[in-house]
């Protein structure tokens, strides 16, 4: 496997991979400052010509900055699940992703591509989560949540049952979200408020 980015986000993929039971073998990153990462060599720049047959992790937590490397990368992409999570069976989960430490995953959900599904998180039945989503540290959504593309929702927060979070939403961390949330909103609070849109 290969990972974009040794920023302290990757140490938490390069955990994953490894137990796993597979191998890293080589990290990307653009800092050319950064030269070794949770004791794994960092190779320097992106190449493509590298292990061409290898698939890649991007192991960025800004969704902006996966979704532009992601356009840019030219290997296939991998996804990785620590094997401490329960998933069920029936999850089906994009190209890129990554679910972490702890975390659960409830029958029927859809998980896009590139979607970082952060530790101990718990994602009920049937929810929808677009592409380039982060679910950070204990978030919890309840059954049939759809939260759009590029949408952050911070750490603790919850989501109730059904609701709709748009794109390009930020969800401070302990909120607690009881209503719909229209694209680009930043909400914060128990119960969320909207306090402002994103540009």
Not at 8 to 34: E, M, W, Y
Not at 52 to 63: E, R, S, T, Y
């Amino acid at each position: 496997m290969l990972i974009y980015g040794a920023g302290g986000h990757a140490k938490v993929i390069i955990s994953c991979i490894l137990a796993n039971q597979n191998t890293i073998d080589s990290i990307f990153d653009d800092n050319p400052v950064r030269k070794e990462i949770h004791g794994v060599s960092v190779a320097g720049f992106y190449n493509s010509k590298t292990l061409p047959d290898q698939k890649l992790i991007i192991a960025i937590g800004d969704n902006s900055v996966r979704r532009m490397l992601a356009d840019q990368v030219k290997h296939a992409f991998g996804i990785t699940i620590h094997p401490s999570c329960s998933v069920d069976k029936s999850v089906k989960i994009g190209e890129g992703t990554v679910v972490l430490h702890h975390a659960v995953i409830q029958a029927d959900a859809t998980i896009g591509e590139h979607v970082i599904i952060n530790t101990g998180v718990s994602v009920d039945h049937d929810c929808v989560i677009g592409d380039f989503v982060h679910l950070a540290p204990g978030v919890i959504l309840s059954g049939n949540v759809c939260v759009g593309e590029n949408t952050l929702v911070g750490v603790g927060s919850i989501i109730a049952p059904g609701l709709k979070i748009g794109k390009n939403c930020f969800v401070a961390a302990g909120s607690v979200v009881t209503s719909n949330i229209p694209d680009g909103a930043i909400v914060r609070g128990n119960p969320a408020r909207i306090i402002s849109h994103q540009i």
